[in-house]
């Protein structure tokens, strides 16, 4: 398994990097924004770790760049801030999980092993067909007459789970227990975040809301 490691505390990073190596991982280690915009798209990674407080672009930037550019690549987002408010831009963004300094090495190991299961786990599976929309689980990405929609490895997962489930109301909590380990994940803030990014991706009304129900997959693309 090959990791980016993007982070400009270089005590940190060359912890971090011996651990991980400790536990198996090849680990590439960058400390600059603008050098990971291009090392991230241009080299296969199993996963990327990301600190948001980077020098020549911050790290939200750096992610937002990775996602237009089509990058599915599951992203750990590292930041010394811990606010609500900047858990939700980056998961805006497109990360797929959220780790605050400081951290227990234990934790991050866990979240990287928990991030590399799913992304796993979708692949060698069949393909999903349901109301307009072909899931590729092998390829990871969803096609709407034809075209490829890119998503993030958590919107991938999270769209799953609903063609698995077509034209059954899911709840907030049920979704939460079947798809997320990690208790940020967990948040409703959290899942209603990558509801919204399916609805702008594939259209509003794929997904509806039933007050104080949960959610519909409806598939029409209307």
């Not at 291009?38 to 750096?62: A, C, N, T």
């Not at 609903?162 to 907030?172: A, C, D, G, W, Y």
């Amino acid at each position: 398994m090959r990791l980016l490691l993007v982070e400009d505390n270089v005590p940190l990073a060359d912890e971090l990097t011996t651990g991980l190596q400790r536990q198996g991982y090849a680990v590439d280690w960058l400390a600059d924004g603008r050098d990971a915009v291009y090392q991230g798209q241009s080299e296969p990674y199993d996963l990327i770790i990301l600190d948001l407080g980077l020098p020549g672009l911050p790290g939200l930037d750096v992610l937002a760049q990775w996602r237009a550019a089509g990058l599915a690549t599951p992203v750990l987002i590292l930041t010394a801030r811990g606010s609500w408010a900047e858990r939700i831009e980056g998961l805006k963004a497109g990360a797929d999980d959220y780790l605050s300094k400081p951290f227990h090495p234990e934790e991050l190991q866990l979240r990287i092993q928990s991030l590399l299961r799913r992304a796993r786990g979708l692949a060698n599976q069949p393909t999903l067909e349901a109301a307009g929309l072909h899931l590729d689980e092998s390829r990871q990405c969803v096609s709407r007459d034809g075209v490829d929609v890119q998503l993030t490895a958590a919107e991938f997962r999270l769209l799953r789970y609903f063609m698995l489930h077509p034209q059954q109301i899911l709840s907030k909590s049920h979704l939460a227990e079947h798809l997320y380990d990690g208790e940020t994940e967990r948040d409703s803030n959290v899942l209603e975040v990558h509801v919204n990014h399916l609805r702008r991706k594939l259209g509003r009304s794929v997904i509806e809301t039933r007050r104080g129900q949960g959610y519909i997959y409806a598939g029409s693309t209307g």
